[in-house]
């Protein structure tokens, strides 16, 4: 029995993608939907579960330090081991604190945790003592034996006794960490970095190769120019086919030109903005021809058609993930029906254009 949490109003469309990464990799595991759970609807997700029912425990979630809707907190999120079966609950770390004077931090014994750089990664730990928390690890140090957390009330420190979950079969993947995303954790975690990665997720996560600079601020603009400074490199555009496309302001948003030339801190565009933007200015360079603002589009087509979790939704998703179950054959590569994909940039892009307008919010 695998069982898959996520929460289908997640405005930036990341927890849906995970699911979907999930679903694919377990097509018949029992899905639940946290939206609008609060913290007693939460815990009777957990209780709902026979203790030792379980093969793997997906949570496409945040994690939190205390509850907020449809979130798991890290005590929930360990409460969860004990639902897997006995042989996948994995085996725990004890110790005694080192002394630490950092808030987002948890010292491990000197001797007997890992000295392998992020070994307990995206493990959960506790602590007992007068500071007794739940943390997820985002971040080990081996050498020094430090892990990453979220900020506790007061520095944990030589007093406290540790636990850490060293569970290979819950599987944290809402959390967002370091340059990852929720939908690109849950590929790497569930299929590894060895395998193909579909485009979708790419475009979700800011990481197509198709763009020369994604999602940059601008430190200036004026009507026919815009300023980065430092971010580009004299000439790399001039009297070439590129356009530089606004990805979010506070006015002046999904407008593109193209550009003319530039220095090592402006680029010169071919006319002046229709409406110069304003406010905090978000912009993608992108060669002619390439789709520009797919990670702005694709959020919103993902939150508006693409959160329910029904089979037909799920058949939607593996068109884009894995259209043929290739992955579930053991390839390393998948057909990704990039039409299918195209087609909800378009309906993004159409929702999108209504908020620069302002018809929509």
């Known amino acids: 029995m695998e069982v898959i ?10 927890s849906q993608l995970a699911k979907a990464v999930a679903n694919l990799k377990y097509p018949d595991a029992t899905v639940y939907d946290t939206k609008g759970s609060d913290n007693t609807a939460m815990a009777a997700f957990i209780s709902g579960l026979d203790d030792g029912s379980c093969d793997d425990i997906v949570i496409c979630v945040d994690l939190v330090t205390s509850h907020a809707e449809g979130k798991f907190t890290a005590a929930q999120a360990i409460d969860l081991i004990a639902k897997l079966k006995s042989s ?49 690890i985002t971040d080990y140090d081996g050498t020094d034996k430090v892990c990453t957390v979220a900020e506790t009330t007061n520095a944990i420190d030589a007093s406290e006794d540790y636990t850490v979950y060293l569970c290979d079969h819950l599987y944290i993947v809402g959390e967002t960490y370091g340059t990852a995303n929720a939908g690109k954790l849950a590929w790497d975690t569930l299929y590894s970095t060895t395998v193909q990665t579909p485009l979708i997720i790419g475009y979700m996560n800011n990481a197509s190769t198709l763009y020369e600079k994604v999602s940059k601020t601008a430190t200036g603009i004026a009507a026919g120019t815009l300023t980065d400074t430092g971010e580009f490199t004299s000439g790399d555009y001039d009297g070439l ?18 550009i003319t030339s530039n220095t090592d801190n402006t680029l010169t565009l071919e006319a002046d903005w229709d409406t110069t933007p304003t ?16 990670n702005k589009y694709l959020p919103y087509a993902v939150c508006t058609y693409l959160s329910e979790n029904d089979e037909e939704v799920q058949t939607e998703w593996n068109k884009m993930l894995d259209r043929y179950g290739d992955l579930a054959n053991g390839q390393k590569y998948s057909y990704q029906d990039l039409a299918t994909v195209e087609e909800y ?17």
């Open 88 to 136: 996948k609950q994995g085996e725990t770390l004890t110790g005694t604190c080192q002394a630490n004077s950092t808030k987002t931090e948890i010292k491990l014994a000197a001797s007997g945790p890992s000295e392998t750089d992020d070994a307990y990664n995206l493990k959960l730990i506790a602590t007992t003592g007068d500071e007794a928390v739940e943390r997820l």
């Open 5 to 14: 949490f996520y929460k289908s109003d997640d405005s930036t469309g990341q």
């Open 241 to 258: 086919d590129y356009y530089v496309y606004i990805e979010s302001a506070t006015t002046g948003g999904g407008q593109s030109r193209k």
């Open 279 to 294: 406010g905090t200015i978000v912009y993608q360079v992108v060669r002619e021809g390439k789709r520009a603002l797919w």
């Open 345 to 361: 940039v378009d309906k993004g892009k159409v929702i999108a254009d209504a908020v620069w307008q302002g018809v929509v919010s």
